[in-house]
């Protein structure tokens, strides 16, 4: 892989005020005047109340994070990512990177040497991070805090201080942030999988089908919705479907000479075969030796039939099947956080050119100091011109905008409908908003009426950060007490259950016996790994240059045919959905209507142009040859 780098100027830094995305701030911002020789840490400031006390005597880990200039870094990051920068591509080396903005071995020893006074163990040390574990009294006296346990909306337990924390004055200007854990980090959620609820009453002993591709199978004794009789829907799509309806096939582009990083919080040990096996059985490439490799960090849980993992490595090597690809998970012992764990090491290390991931830590408002240890970490990635891609989220609640997927400092990526013909071709696309009607016990009916009710959809909306630069002008809709805000999502593909992606894993059945199963899944954990996988494409079409953080670019070529713009079903609402998830359970016949963006809780918008459902739209036409791509053949 090739890379063009430049060393970030004085003059750059000094800009830095200026140029800031999100709420990055630099560091000497941070602190305020504390007691006698100490500075508050104004980020470290809790949103909630202090929490359940922690006994003393109970563990923590104690994130430092540590750096020389965060906000020349926010100016590196938007300067390197911006088209119309002069220094749009020049990517920096890790090296490169901590050199410039990374705190000195002298800063370093000065941190290390507090934690160690205070009584704490410092156990891992870098440019960016300083880590130390002792017990709840240790740390709470290093940082002048009552440390307590809170669970925020839609998270995981977190531990929180009842007021900001404070440092020595003397190390103040090289601390980005604090963030403290417990000693075993918990998982963090990921996104929701398709459900599989349990078969009810025999229904009039109709014998459940599907269809090779949209449209096949007309359901002909099935009563009809909308005017017309109703076809099967799709038996969840192939690899080859997808890659041929987004326009993949036909560039010629599998992703050879890229790397993909998938983020993921548990050790599937089964990932690699079972892909292996789930290609096989499609007539699809399996992984060559040495395409697949893993990056576990110590003490992660073992997992077995993660059906996550299942979803987000199959839809990549679908979409980009020459790509390398490395699972890589983290436990939270570098930055308090698992999930951050793993893209600060895909990011010290440079392990991939883009990135992955279908988990959350949280709904927004976030803690300042959780949101600057990302965008700390997301800026790095910037420069170093990696690409991070986050699922949007789908839930009941669709504009709960979910963080790290909301930040503006990653692409989040939403969901769609698309209907695939029988050559694999495009024949059209909606926002992903499910609604669904059951089958009457005389199947003579749909229950209720027709759509039936809200059942799911891609997550979007308008998020409490600032409107990011490259949204301006493109994103219309996102002024909130007169400030514009940044719409979520940015981009889109297929994410709807109903239709679905063909995968395969294995779990630990009934006698503990190992049981491969085939399934079909869908959701923004979809969508994500599938986006993945297509930049994958762009960057082997670009001869291995690089496309960074991407957003600018995406959002150049917005309403133009690098993308369909996303709006709604032009062939009517309705169609019956009787897909298998997996053996042994089934779904009975059940009408899905798509696309009535309306019946959301939220009434998200579904238009022309940008909404808050697909974003700027899916690969289009041009997709694979607007980014500087050649077709290889």
Known sequence: MHYRRHTVTAALAASACCVLLGSGIANAATARPGPADLLTLANTAPVAGPGTAMPTASRVNVSVLIG??????????????????????????????????????????????????????VTHRDSFTVDASGTVAQAQSALHVRLGLYRPSGGTEQVVADKPMSVPAAIADSVTTIRVSQATVPMTPHEQLAPVPAHPQPLAKIKEKCSAYY??????????????????????????????????????????????????????????????????????????????????????????????????????????????????????????????????????????????????????????????????VLQRAAVEGITVNFASGDAQIPTKIQYPGGDPWLTAVGGTTIAIGAHDNYLWETGWVTDLAALNKTATAWKPAPPGFFFAATTGGISSFPEPYYQRGV??????????????????????????????????????????????????????????????????????????????????MANTSAFHDVTSNPHGQGYTEAAVFGSPYRLPPTLTTMGLCATTPAHQTCGAGYDTTSGIGSPGPSFFSSFGSHPVH
């Open 215 to 376: 449209g096949q199978l007309p359901a002909a004794h099935l009563p009809g919705a909308y005017g017309r009789t109703l076809t099967w829907a799709p038996c969840g799509y192939l690899p080859q479907q997808l890659r041929g309806a987004y326009g993949a096939t036909r560039s010629g582009l599998t992703g050879a000479g890229a790397s993909v990083a998938v983020l993921s919080e548990d050790n599937d040990k089964t990932a690699l075969p079972d892909a292996n096996r789930w290609a096989r059985d499609r007539h699809f490439p399996p992984f060559k030796r040495g395409q697949f490799s893993t990056n576990i960090a110590k003490g992660v849980p073992d997992g077995t039939g993660d059906v996550e993992s299942a979803l987000d490595v199959e839809a990549v090597h679908g979409m980009a099947p020459a790509a390398r690809v490395t699972y890589v998970v983290g436990n939270g012992k570098i930055t308090g956080d698992r999930l951050l764990d793993s893209l600060d090491t895909v990011v010290t290390y440079h392990i991939a050119d883009v990135v992955t991931s279908s988990w959350y830590i949280g709904w927004l408002p976030m803690p300042k100091s959780v949101i600057t240890a990302w965008e700390g």
């Open 475 to 556: 994103v219309s809709g996102n002024v909130v007490n007169g400030k514009a805000k940044r719409a979520v999502p940015d981009v889109s593909d297929l994410g709807d259950f109903t239709v679905g992606y063909q995968i395969g894993f294995s779990f630990i059945g009934r006698h503990h016996k190992l049981t491969y199963v085939n399934a079909v899944n869908g959701g923004t954990s979809l969508s994500s790994p599938m986006l993945t996988g297509f930049e994958a494409g762009l960057i082997q079409g670009r001869h291995h240059i690089a496309l960074g953080f991407a957003n600018p670019t995406l959002y150049n």
């Open 68 to 121: 020389r200039d965060q906000a020349g870094l926010a100016a590196a990051a938007r300067a390197i990512s911006d088209p119309a920068s002069l220094r749009y591509q020049r990517y920096l080396s890790t090296a490169q990177v901590a050199a410039e903005f990374g705190a000195t071995s002298v800063q370093q020893a000065a941190v290390s040497g507090w934690l160690s006074n205070s009584g704490l163990t």
